[in-house]
């Protein structure tokens, strides 16, 4: 597994260029900012933005707080990747964490002022320094279960938000607009009816699904995530409690795995129980 970095201070527009970086060198995996990025999706680590302060955020950073290292080389161990990009703010920080990380020396090192222009990097500090504005390398899709309460809207960041409100949001983590690499994602309501109809048959409990909604949470131009609620006809001796919070857990689980929106609520109205006769006379 070889190691590359693109270093540069903070605020110049790293990860802005992560993709382009990454792919221009054959790199398939990302690290930054304390996560793992894999063939666009985060698969390890937790963001140094989620800290309460810049000095635990740096520690995230560098992968230096407990636990964090090892959770994230148990990641790179389970995918694989034949070559890591690493994003630092100088050559030895992205050494140290290469060391944390015990994925070797990095082998090449890429400065943001060799692909970037001076304009292009005050553009990047205004929107970091002046907007609180931090750009992670995936789709928004992706981003949504790992940053919920983080995320804002690309376009509506760079153009849409007021003065006051971003000083009481502080650094904000967006993404970096997915029409520049990935196209316009949109997953219709049937897939999210779909998914609900396959998981739920498969329990036993669960003996038929309908009265099945999905209801947007929206604010402004912006979608928050999602509200689902079904009618469920459950199978008689189990008890209702139980196999209400599992069906919960379980439908909220592969919903987000599966499409990366936010489920909020899953509201479950018990309608009927259905009795196996049959199975009575056997």
């Not at 110049?12 to 900012?33: C, E, F, M, Y």
């Given at each position: 597994?070889?190691?590359?970095?693109?270093?540069?201070?903070?605020?110049?527009?790293?990860?802005?260029?992560?993709?382009?970086?990454?792919?221009?060198?054959?790199?398939?995996?990302?690290?930054?900012?304390?996560?793992?990025?894999?063939?666009?999706?985060?698969?390890?680590?937790?963001s140094a933005k989620k800290?309460?302060?810049?000095?635990?955020?740096?520690?995230?950073?560098?992968?230096?707080?407990?636990?964090?290292?090892?959770?994230?080389?148990?990641?790179?161990?389970?995918?694989?990747?034949?070559?890591?990009?690493?994003?630092?703010?100088?050559?030895?920080?992205?050494?140290?964490?290469?060391?944390?990380?015990?994925?070797?020396?990095?082998?090449?090192?890429?400065?943001?002022?060799?692909?970037?222009?001076?304009?292009?990097?005050?553009?990047?500090?205004?929107?970091?320094?002046?907007?609180?504005?931090?750009?992670?390398?995936?789709?928004s899709i992706e981003l949504?279960?790992?940053?919920?309460?983080?995320?804002?809207?690309?376009?509506?960041?760079?153009?849409?938000?007021?003065?006051?409100?971003?000083?009481?949001?502080?650094?904000?983590?967006?993404?970096?607009?997915?029409?520049?690499?990935?196209?316009?994602?949109?997953?219709?309501?049937?897939?999210?009816?779909?998914?609900?109809?396959?998981?739920?048959?498969?329990?036993?409990?669960?003996?038929?699904?309908?009265?099945?909604?999905?209801?947007?949470?929206?604010?402004?131009?912006?979608?928050?995530?999602?509200?689902?609620?079904?009618?469920?006809?459950?199978?008689?001796?189990?008890?209702?409690?139980?196999?209400?919070?599992?069906?919960?857990?379980?439908?909220?689980?592969?919903?987000?795995?599966?499409?990366?929106?936010?489920?909020?609520?899953?509201?479950?109205?018990?309608?009927?129980?259905?009795?196996?006769?049959?199975?009575?006379?056997?």
């Amino acid at each position: 597994m070889d190691v590359i970095a693109l270093v540069g201070p903070s605020g110049t527009g790293k990860s802005h260029r992560a993709l382009w970086v990454a792919r221009t060198n054959g790199a398939d995996a990302i690290i930054d900012d304390g996560i793992l990025i894999k063939d666009g999706k985060v698969i390890g680590g937790v963001s140094a933005k989620k800290e309460k302060n810049r000095i635990m955020a740096v520690r995230r950073a560098i992968f230096v707080l407990p636990g964090h290292a090892s959770d994230v080389r148990r990641a790179i161990e389970e995918s694989a990747p034949r070559r890591i990009l690493l994003l630092g703010t100088s050559e030895n920080m992205v050494q140290k964490i290469a060391k944390a990380l015990r994925i070797g020396p990095v082998g090449k090192i890429i400065r943001i002022e060799d692909i970037a222009s001076k304009k292009d990097m005050e553009i990047a500090q205004y929107h970091r320094l002046k907007r609180g504005e931090h750009i992670i390398p995936v789709p928004s899709i992706e981003l949504k279960p790992h940053f919920s309460g983080y995320l804002i809207d690309p376009i509506k960041s760079f153009f849409k938000t007021s003065a006051s409100k971003r000083r009481r949001l502080g650094e904000r983590s967006i993404v970096r607009p997915v029409f520049s690499y990935y196209g316009k994602l949109i997953i219709d309501d049937s897939v999210i009816k779909n998914i609900v109809h396959i998981v739920a048959e498969q329990l036993a409990h669960v003996h038929r699904v309908g009265g099945l909604h999905v209801h947007h949470v929206v604010s402004g131009d912006e979608d928050l995530g999602i509200n689902v609620s079904l009618e469920v006809v459950f199978a008689y001796g189990h008890a209702i409690a139980d196999a209400m919070t599992s069906l919960r857990s379980q439908l909220r689980a592969e919903i987000e795995r599966m499409t990366g929106m936010v489920v909020h609520e899953i509201d479950i109205l018990v309608k009927s129980l259905y009795v196996d006769t049959a199975a009575g006379h056997a």
